[in-house]
């Protein structure tokens, strides 16, 4: 990271082994930023040995085995450990969700649905049928592999919807809204690529069921009026996602179309900030009882 | 405009007079590209002087003034001329469109809206209510006129939604589908900014109404499969702006989500040529019964 | 400042005016950030009040009256600050820089050129003919002003030259260097724009005068081996202009052309940060005996 | 190449093979688009069979195998052939070049140096050293194979200097220009990597050798005024990239400074056509005595 020289003296790159870490008695806490199944692999042992684990990938995000393994292909690792994690998504995260080994941290799509939604659905003012969101995504979201798919002339200059229909993190986005209080929520979810290197915005429709868009500002306000991280703007303005890049902020506003009876919800994040990097560090702050902003400089 | 440096010998450029042109005996037809309001100035004396009008504006692309006024906040300047024009996007334009004395070309948004949904409308296969539209649009979208919103740092790196929850060319949208034959259609038209120069993709939720997308695709060639600028991709294809930028073709796909029962259909096109200037020359083409093709080289 | 939204609780925006800040008690120092002409009519009330200035624009960077007026085509607003104003590029500025009551904070361009040369021509290791500079900078060098020739469209996907031959940051680079203790200094440089936001890389070729490139590194060590925000990358590493934005940091390397025996020199930095704002706030924490990188977060 | 979906309708790609391509009796001319190495394997039968061979790669470019040795780190495979091959910039390409079996069509930093410099150089009116050119290249001239260092993210919004001090085109500048006919030429070169797709622009100094403005116009008038793809702008504009793309064209301007007495010359093109594909299609056009413009629309 030629960008940081200079402000890492000290720091220590070590080979990393799950059974050597468990075996320190000088962590607390350790931020797993590694690919799902790796995962797993890291925080059963970690866990075990009674650190935290503040997990980026997706082992823990999704609470049922059976529907990992339809979105990742593949077998759950380590669904002990499974059953000792809970989803934190700070500012929806449920009742004693401190009390788990493991936190999943959420990624940028979700964030960026979820934030917005969680707390419409839990009051009941909009329905649970007909959501359809599209989300637009800096190539950063793509990770670091080189591909062919990702070089500069490929992305530049252009745009393009991809992972339709059945986007994996559609998963923990409907297994969250679910657990809002109304049942089952299905959920149409189009991603697409931006010619952009970070941020994210997604847009978000959703019947209204007759609520006025002053109930909906009326319960947001009341979740998120208080929290640092949720910025609320007001109907005629729309989020930006370069107002959020380098801050751990998510902005969201909403507009009703009353000639569809929709509301219309749009939201803007870093996706590398409150879209996951940020986020984890969030969670470690009010894990342990610091201020949420401690090392999340800009509000 | 400099690219065309050498391009251009001989052609002269004149200040331009409604009157002047009209009386004029060496023109067969005239393009305007002027703004709204001004177009139908020049469209009057030029169509009642017997010479075919090709236009870009809004002028012409609403038939009930009313309407028109309702979203371009202003009263039609020539209801004459109004009755006389005809709304032309060239693969669906209504049978006898040549007899008109003013084709209304239609621009980006429209465009990438009813050239996928028009043969579903008209084919019943798909419901006309809780249609999504989520536009993305480079930014020569925006026009000419330099304003502090599209310099280059605020654009370049960020994303955003903007004309929520009625933009103009929904008007025309609806007007059209509505005359597909099934009687009133309401769309949510979601549009956004993209940071790059050109091009635009559109992705339409639609609910399927028990329709295959099998059936989807047989509609499409079967009303598309001749036409040069229509390109039908693969299922599992997503259209890219790239591919379609210097181009006057359209590219559509679509994918049926099983989980949602809905259509989720992608287009793809560049704004200034299928969305615009393109379509124009297509038009004048298609009227003079010359090859559709002619002065567009790539198909 | 919307990406600001939330840290700026507390701050209190106001009308400005020279006679009011020079009349306030509570003000030890006062940064001006208004165009060059404007600066010069608030320095002096300010400065004379005893508050120290620090200021951004041109109007105290030439320390000679008909040299600015060459450069800038007014005559200087008041000479006699300007008298008391010292050029102060942080890692270069004279002994007793401290005392003046102004000290004017040097731009982007010249802050790329003379951290490299200036400690190279003290120790008269190159020539001071045939210096040839050449800059590319980002957009937000070109201020905030909506215009044509900065709309998005207009600067993206392209590159080209501008300013040549005679740009106005020539007088204060040659003025600095001609300090550097051998005499008038005639330098080419050719600024050109970038597609980007922000950052700015300059190369520059310069006649070796038999010196090896050890000589060059050991004197850029000697100079600047303690210096927070001058980082000496290895020759055969050109500096990158992304990894130094948000940053105060300038990055400096160089390589021997035995061909020709050039030294090709080449730097990178942030034209907002080292390139303007955050080199004033360093040139506070210096004035003020603070620890340099003060609200500086990255070295 | 998705974009030409539709313009191929009857080409066919084959594998290919060089003794089969040479057996073959319906084929006059053959272009090669293979990287240096690979490209004499294929020149030699072909040349061989009385077949035309323009060859974009480097390995015909370099009349002396030894200088071709050095840059290019391998021997030449096949020196026979190069004998019979001649350079074709097709300004300044030398009187008889259509008799000879190989034309080496040469790329982006040479045809925007070359260009400008060899009518000067041929007329004496600048001198041969001291030249310094600067170039800033889009990123497809990097070509097509995925690679970390050219992934969206490590490119976009950054620009940085490479291939200093000893790039491999060097050796091809300084051979056409020692053959402009003052005897050896040695030129600083120093390409950078600009954040766009497509485009190039060089900067180059040169002492004027007591020249003015004026006879340089006149010279490069004289030698380029009828040509159609070199632009020569005015000594008050600097060509921009983007007014290139998609076209054959180069632009050229130049300026004197008074100050330092050297002319400050920029050109500009299109790295993708005037710098490779376009240019080797205009020698075809050339050598068949076609229309130069044959197949490449703009001028």
């Given at each position: 990271m030629p960008q940081l020289r200079g402000s890492l003296d000290g720091l220590v790159f070590e080979k990393s082994d799950p059974e050597a870490i468990a075996?320190?008695?000088?962590?607390?806490?350790?931020?797993?930023?590694?690919?799902?199944?790796?995962?797993?692999?890291?925080?059963?042992?970690?866990?075990?040995?009674?650190?935290?684990?503040?997990d980026c990938s997706a082992d823990f995000r999704?609470?049922?085995?059976?529907?990992?393994?339809?979105?990742?292909?593949?077998q759950h690792p380590d669904t002990d450990v499974l059953s000792q994690a809970v989803y934190v998504l700070p500012e929806?995260?449920?009742?004693?969700?401190?009390?788990?080994?493991?936190?999943?941290?959420?990624?940028?799509?979700?964030?960026?649905?979820?934030?917005?939604?969680?707390?419409?659905?839990?009051?009941?003012?909009?329905?649970?049928?007909?959501?359809?969101?599209?989300?637009?995504?800096?190539?950063?979201?793509?990770?670091?592999?080189?591909?062919?798919?990702?070089?500069?002339?490929?992305?530049?200059?252009?745009a393009r919807a991809y992972g339709i229909p059945k986007h994996r993190h559609l998963s923990e986005i409907e297994e969250q809204l679910g657990q809002a209080g109304q049942g089952e929520v299905v959920l149409q979810f189009n991603p697409h690529l931006a010619p952009m290197n970070r941020g994210i915005i997604t847009t978000i429709t959703v019947p209204s069921s007759g609520a006025s868009i002053e109930d909906l500002y009326y319960i947001?306000?009341?979740?998120?009026?208080?929290?640092?991280?949720?910025?609320?703007?007001?109907?005629?303005?729309?989020?930006?996602?370069?107002?959020?890049?380098?801050?751990?902020?998510?902005?969201?506003?909403?507009?009703?179309?009353?000639?569809?009876?929709?509301?219309?919800?749009?939201?803007?994040e870093d996706n590398l900030m409150k879209g996951l990097a940020g986020q984890a560090i969030q969670i470690m702050n009010l894990w342990q009882g610091w201020d949420e902003t401690e090392g999340l400089t800009h509000a």
């Amino acid at each position: 990271m030629p960008q940081l020289r200079g402000s890492l003296d000290g720091l220590v790159f070590e080979k990393s082994d799950p059974e050597a870490i468990a075996a320190r008695d000088d962590i607390e806490c350790v931020f797993l930023a590694v690919p799902h199944g790796v995962a797993a692999e890291y925080a059963g042992p970690i866990a075990r040995s009674g650190k935290q684990v503040i997990d980026c990938s997706a082992d823990f995000r999704i609470s049922d085995p059976a529907v990992y393994e339809e979105y990742y292909g593949q077998q759950h690792p380590d669904t002990d450990v499974l059953s000792q994690a809970v989803y934190v998504l700070p500012e929806i995260a449920k009742d004693g969700w401190m009390d788990a080994s493991v936190f999943a941290c959420p990624g940028c799509y979700p964030t960026s649905i979820l934030v917005p939604l969680f707390p419409l659905i839990s009051a009941k003012i909009i329905g649970t049928s007909g959501i359809v969101a599209n989300s637009f995504s800096g190539v950063s979201g793509a990770g670091k592999q080189p591909s062919a798919a990702f070089a500069y002339c490929e992305v530049n200059e252009s745009a393009r919807a991809y992972g339709i229909p059945k986007h994996r993190h559609l998963s923990e986005i409907e297994e969250q809204l679910g657990q809002a209080g109304q049942g089952e929520v299905v959920l149409q979810f189009n991603p697409h690529l931006a010619p952009m290197n970070r941020g994210i915005i997604t847009t978000i429709t959703v019947p209204s069921s007759g609520a006025s868009i002053e109930d909906l500002y009326y319960i947001w306000e009341n979740w998120y009026g208080k929290r640092p991280y949720v910025h609320i703007l007001p109907m005629d303005t729309r989020p930006e996602s370069k107002y959020t890049i380098d801050t751990n902020r998510i902005d969201i506003s909403a507009v009703k179309d009353e000639r569809t009876g929709n509301f219309v919800i749009t939201s803007a994040e870093d996706n590398l900030m409150k879209g996951l990097a940020g986020q984890a560090i969030q969670i470690m702050n009010l894990w342990q009882g610091w201020d949420e902003t401690e090392g999340l400089t800009h509000a």
